[in-house]
């Protein structure tokens, strides 16, 4: 079984930073792209950043320059360095990967459970 744990979320003041990280950890075989989404409530679930294996990005437009998605794969690990946050980046944010399990399986999106950024005064 395959689990991504996120961690590092929290309330931050407009113009700060939080790093966030996702750990994939279980029966892995090889981990494709990981990325990370975001949901503000009552808007739907986007794509903020993605990160392929070989270390290609991805940016949706409103936080280019601001976020910096990068991975560790000796640790299976993704990050999301935040930077110059505004309140309208508060959201519940998702690490997904698309993760083999075993050599002769598919590649199968997973999802963590999220974890909550919020960005006040």
């Known amino acids: 079984q395959v689990q991504l744990v996120e961690s590092g979320g929290g309330l931050v003041q407009p113009g700060g930073s939080l790093r966030l990280s996702c750990a994939a950890s279980g029966s892995i075989f090889s981990i494709n792209a990981m990325g990370w989404y975001r949901q503000a409530p009552g808007k739907q679930r986007e794509l903020v950043a993605t990160?392929?294996?070989?270390?290609?990005?991805n940016y949706e437009d409103s936080v280019k320059g601001r976020f910096t998605i990068s991975r560790d794969n000796a640790k299976n690990t993704v990050y999301l360095q935040m930077n110059s946050l505004k309140p309208e980046d508060t959201a519940v944010y998702y690490c997904?990967?698309?993760?083999?399990?075993?050599?002769?399986?598919?590649?199968?999106?997973?999802w963590g459970k999220g974890i909550l950024v919020t960005v006040s005064s």
């Open positions: 990160i392929t294996s070989g270390g290609s990005t």
């Open positions: 997904n990967a698309l993760i083999r399990i075993m050599v002769v399986t598919p590649l199968m999106d997973y």
